[in-house]
């Protein structure tokens, strides 16, 4: 059973090709084995197209140069290798003539789709198919290792380039602000993801995984993807791109149980519909939640009655009350979803963590409409070995570039970045992803937003706002060079790529992941 689902519209489709359940774009195929399992899948694709109906068979629009202009001594410079930077600058290069240079800190490219996309979603890594394609694009260079602030600074860039976009994610994770927050034992889930992703600041982290609850705070989709990750078979994981640390941990896990936590009610629940109904896929695992947890307070029943909300929060509050009212098989391991508590202390001692406790909360409406919750005074320890707070990513500073602390995003009008003390744009500055508009959204979300980009830069060079460079491109891949010597380019990242296939094709896995700087380096110098 696949464990994922890919929700299309066309905003978010990411040309994937894989869309198959109900999306009118591509259709149910012919040859769709769909089953029972899958009919609820389409229930929530038919209610989000009642609402917002798109003509069978459209195709998704694909941006490209509309008009009748000379592109051809454009420079940009896109730092990032993520989606949201991947897309941007297929979305350049679709202009004739166009140079694109992307930076990426790291010597693999793709930014979240390799750290952050959880390895049982093949479906969605897919979209690398379509980033690969940049190799071929003649006026593409791809700079692996390259850090802006250390190797290169944003003036060098913006003197070597009409204009730079910083698309560099939002890599940070935000804190609960609770006493124990810290203790051996609590981590964040950002870290846990990009440890079983072989990130490679992360390989060397140690998560214990020898008790037998963990709970998650927060029931986003990263939460699902980390409860699902924690109590699906090894064996499962070892036929995916997981790291091979993460597999070995894995295999000697005790965890029976994952704990959700939810600081609002089922029906505000942060998770998609269609994330929430592959769990109750998953093999010898039982998704609980409690029948009066399950219950909707009277502020959600009338914006459902009301039709004031999405079809989908109608959807999420009858899933968990389908849910809540299935009875548990007594399979080997559980997912408890819990609402409307929230966490006030993570309680243990030196050693290890030994239990969260929480608070009941009820929901208020908030000044602008929606509803908050409020907590009340009825406390509860859940006692558990592991802790992972999973309420969000936070985006972190370039030097040199305008930062906004407390949204942690790059201050901008639609992708144009702007000066914080005059509000006026920076001229040559741009960014894109989730370092632009905050983390949210599906990988399909920041081909939109970097289109929404480029189309400013586009407008911006079309009306002369944009300062041509100081030198040709061979003098800024001179200065890459001169500044660190091992950098990799597209022709290094493919053969780090297909070793990691190749090793994989032995062991029958999608691929085996290498997770340090010298085996990668190894490989790119064979
Ligand atoms: P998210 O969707 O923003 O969820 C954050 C969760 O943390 C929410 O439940 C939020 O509750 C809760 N929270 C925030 N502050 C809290 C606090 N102080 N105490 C308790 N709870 C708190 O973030 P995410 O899960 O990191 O996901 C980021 C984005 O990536 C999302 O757009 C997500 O859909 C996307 N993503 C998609 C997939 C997929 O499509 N398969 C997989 C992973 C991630 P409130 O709602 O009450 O604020």
């Known amino acids: 059973m696949r464990t994922e689902m890919l929700y299309i519209d066309p905003d978010t489709c990411i040309d994937c090709s894989q869309c198959v359940y109900a999306c009118p774009v591509d259709a149910i195929r012919p040859d769709d084995d769909l089953d029972d399992a899958m009919m609820p899948f389409l229930e929530i694709n038919a209610a989000y197209y009642e609402k917002y109906p798109i003509e069978p068979g459209t195709a998704v629009p694909r941006r490209s140069a509309k008009r009748d202009f000379d592109y051809s001594s454009l420079r940009v410079a896109v730092v990032g290798s993520g989606p949201a930077a991947s897309y941007a600058a297929l979305e350049l290069l679709a202009r004739p003539g166009v140079q ?32 690969q394609s940049l190799g071929s694009e003649p006026g593409f260079r791809l700079h692996l290792g390259v850090e802006v602030g250390k190797h290169l600074s944003h003036e060098e860039l913006l003197a070597h380039n009409h204009a730079v976009i910083y698309a560099v994610g939002a890599p940070g994770d935000r804190r609960l602000g609770v006493p124990g927050e810290d203790l051996p034992g609590s981590h964040a889930a950002t870290e846990f993801v990009a440890w079983y992703n072989g990130h490679p600041d992360f390989v060397d982290r140690r998560f214990d995984l020898s008790c037998e609850r963990a709970v998650i705070v927060g029931n986003g989709n990263v939460a699902l993807d980390v409860a699902r990750i924690l ?7 070892e036929k995916t791109d997981m790291a091979d640390h993460a597999i070995a941990a894995l295999r000697k896990s005790n965890i029976r149980e994952v704990v959700v936590l939810g600081r609002r009610g089922p029906a505000q629940a942060a998770y998609t519909n269609p994330e929430f109904l592959a769990l109750t896929n998953l093999a010898d695992v039982d998704v609980v939640i409690d029948p009066a947890e399950a219950e909707l307070d009277e502020h959600s029943i009338r914006l459902i009655e009301s039709g004031a909300v999405e079809p989908s929060v109608r959807i999420k509050a009858e899933l968990a009350e389908r849910v809540a009212g299935t009875q548990a098989t007594g399979a080997a391991k559980r997912i408890v979803f819990r609402y ?35 907590p009340g005074d009825q406390t509860e320890l859940i006692e558990a070995g592991l802790v992972l707070r999973s309420i969000g990513y936070r985006g972190s500073s370039t030097v040199d570039v305008p930062f906004d602390e407390v949204r942690g995003v790059i201050p901008n009008d639609e992708g144009r970045v702007l000066e914080p003390s005059t509000g006026a744009p920076v001229p040559g500055v741009y960014t894109a992803g989730w370092i632009k508009r905050g983390p949210s959204g599906v990988i399909g979300t920041n081909k939109k937003c970097a289109a929404d980009t480029v189309e400013r830069l586009i407008d911006d060079f079309e009306n002369g706002k944009l300062t041509a460079p100081k030198s040709g491109a061979h003098e800024l891949e001179r200065l890459v060079a001169e500044r660190n010597p091992d950098v990799v ?7 780090i790529d297909q070793a990691e296939i190749a090793s994989g094709d032995s062991r029958g896995r999608t691929r085996v992941k290498l997770v340090d700087v010298e085996s990668m380096l190894a490989v790119v110098r064979s």
């Open 100 to 131: 694109v240079d992307m930076f990426e800190r790291l010597l693999t490219p793709y930014g979240l789709i390799r750290f952050g996309v959880a390895p049982d979603h093949p479906g969605t890594k897919a979209v690398t198919d379509v980033f």
């Open 489 to 495: 380019d597209f022709a290094g990242w493919t053969r």
């Open 340 to 374: 409307l508590e929230s966490p006030v202390e993570v309680v243990g001692d030196e050693q290890q963590v030994t239990g969260l406790t929480i608070v009941r909360n009820v929901l208020n409406e908030g000044p602008d409409g929606s509803l908050l919750a409020t």
């Open 231 to 237: 109590v699906t078979d090894p064996d499962e994981l």
